[in-house]
């Protein structure tokens, strides 16, 4: 498990504040109660979570919220992922996996799950691989996500996907190779 909490980017327009309160109350009771675990991302470090001196457990974004402007409505993942890894030592969130309300969100009740990937040969580069997760067990995938249990899940979303002839809503390949001699 990678530090939470991890950061909540609004990518879609017309994400309403009831949609961004539902998203965080469901990872809030999916976790019986225990943890804000998604940090609604701003555009300034300003208002992240920042480590403190002692152990006190930092949370996320407490619901309700009463207004909402994402800075980040129409921005890439790449984008959302490059910002967070700027910030820094202090901060006291995820820099490694993050999630995304994307244009299917509300239709599908899903969030994107991502992972931050350093771009081969470029330090300062990033690409951003992510899947589609029922809203209801995104804190539980966060709780229990390690790197190669976010490979097994983004190859397994795209074999049901391609099994069940639906859209692939992910981004990315994982270590595997999809599709090859898989009758589906």
Excluded at 81 to 108: H, M, N, P, T, V
Excluded at 113 to 122: D, E, K, S, T, Y
Excluded at 132 to 160: C, M, N, T, W
């Amino acid at each position: 498990m990678f530090d939470p909490p991890y950061a909540l980017f609004v990518v879609a327009e017309d994400i309403d504040v009831h949609f961004i309160n539902d998203t965080l109350v469901r990872g809030w009771k999916s976790l019986d109660q225990a943890s804000w675990l998604l940090w609604l991302a701003t555009d300034t470090y300003d208002h992240a979570p920042m480590r403190l001196s002692n152990d006190h457990i930092v949370e996320g974004t407490k619901a309700p919220i009463s207004t909402f402007t994402s800075p980040w409505v129409g921005k890439s993942l790449e984008e959302c992922g490059q910002w967070l890894k700027g910030a820094g030592d202090r901060a006291a969130f995820c820099q490694k996996f993050f999630a995304a309300i994307d244009e299917y969100s509300k239709a599908d009740g899903t969030i994107q799950l991502c992972r931050i990937v350093p771009a081969p040969n470029h330090p300062d580069s990033i690409t951003v691989k992510c899947y589609p997760i029922d809203r209801e067990l995104a804190a539980q995938h966060f709780f229990v996500l390690a790197e190669g249990d976010f490979e097994q899940r983004l190859a397994s979303y795209q074999l049901k996907q391609l099994h069940f002839k639906k859209p692939d809503r992910s981004k990315g390949k994982p270590y595997l190779e999809l599709g090859k001699g898989w009758k589906g």
